[in-house]
């Protein structure tokens, strides 16, 4: 009888824990990140938009909370979608994309995930610890949003403060 119990605690727990995670895919760990990130400065430039490259898993907690949260969080999404050219790029024990990493001075130390803000030349404008964001168990739109607006094309164009 406690095989059964331990068999029947094991599907009703761990396997749907499990098919939740591999139906998370956002990070791709066989994607050819340089490429991609040339790809979307390229659609950056074209656009007048940056770019916002996240950096984290399918592993990490939090990437996945703001994955979800920002894609159903209209404010957020709009930000988003008007500002920037997101990048979704791994950090994971199968591909650590340590090229990408160093083109963009090393995120990775403030944790994932990790926000770098480039131009629409490639170049690194900003890079944002999330845990700043944050606001309890998840994140702040305030904080967020302000974040995406004080770093987005225009806020940046110094032809705006003349």
């Known amino acids: 009888m406690k095989i059964i119990v331990a068999l029947i605690f094991t599907l009703l727990v ?9 139906l998370f895919a956002v990070y791709n760990p066989k994607a050819d990140a340089m490429k991609d990130l040339n790809e979307a400065v390229k659609q950056a430039n074209s656009e007048g938009k940056h ?3 996240q950096l984290g898993g399918n592993w990490c907690k939090w ?3 703001f994955y979800k949260w ?15 050219i997101v990048l ?3 950090y994971s024990k199968e591909n650590k994309n340590l090229e990408l990493l160093k083109r963009l001075d090393y995120p990775q130390r403030f944790g994932f995930p990790v926000f770098v803000i480039l131009d629409g030349a490639g170049k690194r404008i900003h890079t944002q610890n999330t845990g700043y964001l944050e606001d309890g168990e998840g994140y702040s739109e305030k904080k967020v949003a302000e974040f995406l607006e004080q770093w987005n094309y225009a806020s940046v164009n110094s032809d705006n403060y003349k």
């Open 51 to 53: 770019v916002m490259v």
């Open 70 to 84: 920002s894609s159903e969080n209209k404010t957020i999404d709009s930000l988003l979608t008007a500002d920037y």
């Open 14 to 22: 761990y396997v749907p824990a499990q098919s939740q995670d591999s």
């Open 63 to 65: 990437c996945r909370m």
């Open 88 to 90: 979704h790029s791994n």
